[in-house]
């Protein structure tokens, strides 16, 4: 079974552009995750998607973040435009729900962005 | 709120050593704690669980017990390996109105041979 994967794996951008990451969770799994961790700090939670419809948002720093999950499957997070500030590694996490429980997340390898 | 703390790394080790990890956390209701390893240049992956009080998670020769009463996830393993050098971190997941999954800031070991 394949896992979480996320591309691109390295960016690096300059302020102002702007930059789009993909998350392709695990088949089947309605739950979606982005998570961050800047500057080596702890990782961050970013929102949570059920299929389509964003369950929980509050961890969107602001609203240079976008992120989107057009028909339930994978999910882009576009940051326009870029600051210093975000840089760090993005992690994209899914999990599946059985009976009501959510089960455990399995975390892709992230992507590494660098604004510069 | 929920919040997750563990001890500050670097961890050095020599091979075969004892290792512990301390974790702590506060958390409103019932939640699962996770210790998740990044290795060099990989991704998260999940190295053990457990879901409720007393249980005890194991993987690779790591264990970890959720105690309740002192609200600890301590990681440990008895003899350490070189190939164990990664980053861990503790984590807990509760209801909040969604199942989002708080972690700690990560301690990076280093194993020497």
């Known amino acids: 079974e394949a896992g979480v994967t996320q591309f691109p794996s390295h960016s690096v951008i300059e302020k102002g552009q702007t930059v789009t990451l993909r998350c392709d969770p695990i088949?089947?799994?309605?739950?979606l995750y982005w998570y961050r961790r800047v500057m080596g700090k702890e990782i961050k939670f970013l929102l949570h998607f059920v299929k389509e419809s964003k369950q929980d948002e509050s961890g969107m720093p602001n609203n240079r973040f976008l992120a989107e999950r057009t028909g339930g499957t994978y999910s882009t997070l576009k940051v326009q435009p870029a600051e210093l500030e975000d840089s760090g590694v993005y992690f994209c996490?899914?999990?599946?729900?059985?009976?009501?429980?959510?089960?455990?997340?399995?975390f892709g390898p992230g992507t590494r962005l660098l604004v510069l | 709120g929920n919040s997750v703390t563990q001890m500050e790394g670097p961890v050095t080790l020599s091979e075969e050593a004892f290792l512990t990890i301390n974790c702590t956390y506060t958390?409103?209701?019932?939640?699962?704690l996770f210790w998740y390893v990044q290795y060099p240049g990989e991704g998260l992956q999940l190295l053990l669980k457990a879901t409720k009080a007393d249980d005890k998670g194991s993987n690779k020769g790591f264990e970890a017990t959720y105690r309740k009463e002192t609200t600890s996830f301590h990681l440990e393993k008895g003899s350490v390996q070189v190939s164990d050098s990664a980053v861990y971190f503790c984590?807990?997941?509760?209801?909040?109105?969604?199942?989002?999954?708080?972690f700690g800031a990560g301690t990076r070991l280093f194993v020497k041979a």
């Open positions: 996490a899914s999990s599946h729900t059985s009976g009501g429980i959510v089960e455990t997340q399995y």
């Open positions: 984590a807990l997941r509760a209801y909040t109105g969604g199942f989002k999954t708080i």
């Open positions: 958390a409103t209701g019932y939640p699962s």
């Open positions: 088949s089947g799994h309605d739950n």
